[in-house]
């Protein structure tokens, strides 16, 4: 059964900081690209960023280039998303997504609340 765990979300200040983990269990985790997410309030749930398997290739959008880093520790089985400069726009909650290189499968974390906010 795969699992997908996310944590590390939070209330934090507009300029702050904020690390997001997924953890992920019942999959081999570099045979999948891993991304991240989000959903705000009245929004469309949209990509902020992605890694490959084996965290070549990364890609954001443009909203978060600059202030977002995504990366991933496949012995941790464990993609990460270190989220620097934050602004009340990011407000939302975040999910993290797996999908399969081999059968395009794939699979969602139930997501962890991110609000900024002086």
């Known amino acids: 059964q795969v699992q997908l765990v996310e944590s590390g979300g939070g209330l934090v200040q507009p300029g702050g900081s904020l690390r997001l983990s997924c953890a992920a269990s019942?999959?081999?985790?570099?045979?999948?690209?891993m991304s991240w997410h989000r959903q705000g309030p009245g929004k469309e749930r949209e990509l902020v960023a992605s890694?490959?398997?084996?965290?070549?290739?990364?890609n954001y959008v443009d909203s978060v280039k600059g202030r977002f880093t995504i990366s991933r520790d496949n012995a941790k089985n464990t993609v990460y998303l270190q989220m620097n400069s934050l602004k009340p726009e990011d407000t939302a909650m975040y999910y993290c997504k797996a999908v399969s290189s081999n059968y395009g499968l794939t699979y969602w974390g139930q997501g962890t609340q991110v609000t900024v906010s002086s």
């Open positions: 890694i490959s398997g084996r965290g070549s290739a990364t």
């Open positions: 019942g999959l081999t985790f570099s045979r999948h690209s």
